[in-house]
């Protein structure tokens, strides 16, 4: 299995550009989750989707980030507009629904806004 | 509010020494405590999962345990390759987003 597949790994982007992150879960997990990691505040849950469904999206920081899951296979996290603030790295992670809950984490995309 | 707090923050030994990183928590009905090694531009590397106190897991020069409060994960004659930073998280209630404590970055000079 290739695991979570992340792109882009690295953008670098102006402030108010639109900034799309994208991720592939892996096969057959049905949960998936987006984070943010940064030094001041560690890893922080964005959003989570069961199912293709969006369930919890408390942790996404204002309305300029937004998310979406079109379909089992794909996820977008976009930034609109993106903000100096915003620069960290953002990882998408997926999970099946029994077993061992684990969550297996893809590469990250690290983003920087200037 | 569940809450796991690492420490320590940053731990440097020399190869071979052995030391012990601690992961504590404070939640209701605990399902599952999950260890995770993270290297420098790389995402969280799974590494184990505990259910119960009492229960413990190795894997090579790591050790895993648990007890009603806290994790330990023991790091037997480390060697270089082992210097990363340690996430734990926990999963609990009915909850299905296990929070992460902040890390302990372990650094292993040869």
């Known amino acids: 299995d290739a695991g979570v597949i992340q792109s882009p790994r690295h953008e670098v982007t102006e402030m108010g550009q639109e900034v799309t992150l994208r991720c592939k879960p892996i096969?057959?997990?049905?949960?998936l989750f987006w984070y943010r990691q940064t030094m001041m505040r560690g890893l922080e849950l964005l959003i989570y989707?069961?199912?293709?469904?969006?369930?919890?999206d408390s942790g996404m920081p204002e309305d300029r980030f937004s998310a979406k899951m079109p379909n089992a296979s794909f996820s977008t996290l976009k930034i609109q507009p993106s903000e100096p603030r915003d620069s960290a790295v953002y990882f998408c992670?997926?999970?099946?629904?029994?077993?061992?809950?684990?969550?297996?984490f893809g590469p990250g995309t690290r983003l920087l806004v200037l | 509010e569940d809450q796991v707090t690492q420490s320590p923050e940053a731990l440097r030994l020399q190869e071979g020494e052995s030391s012990s990183l601690n992961c504590s928590y404070t939640?209701?009905?605990?399902?599952?405590l999950f260890w995770y090694r993270q290297d420098p531009g790389k995402g969280p590397e799974f590494l184990f999962t505990?259910?119960?106190a009492g229960e413990e897991k190795e894997k090579e020069r790591l050790k895993a345990t648990l007890t009603k409060k806290e994790s330990f994960l023991h790091i037997t004659a480390p060697k270089p390759e082992d210097s990363a930073t340690y996430l734990c998280?926990?999963?609990?209630?009915?909850?299905?987003?296990?929070?992460f404590g902040r890390g302990t970055s372990l650094i292993v000079h040869p």
């Open positions: 992670a997926s999970r099946t629904s029994g077993g061992q809950e684990t969550q297996y």
């Open positions: 096969s057959g997990h049905d949960y």
């Open positions: 989707f069961n199912n293709n469904v969006p369930i919890d």
């Open positions: 505990l259910y119960s």
């Open positions: 939640v209701s009905g605990l399902r599952g």
């Open positions: 998280a926990v999963l609990a209630g009915g909850s299905y987003i296990p929070t």
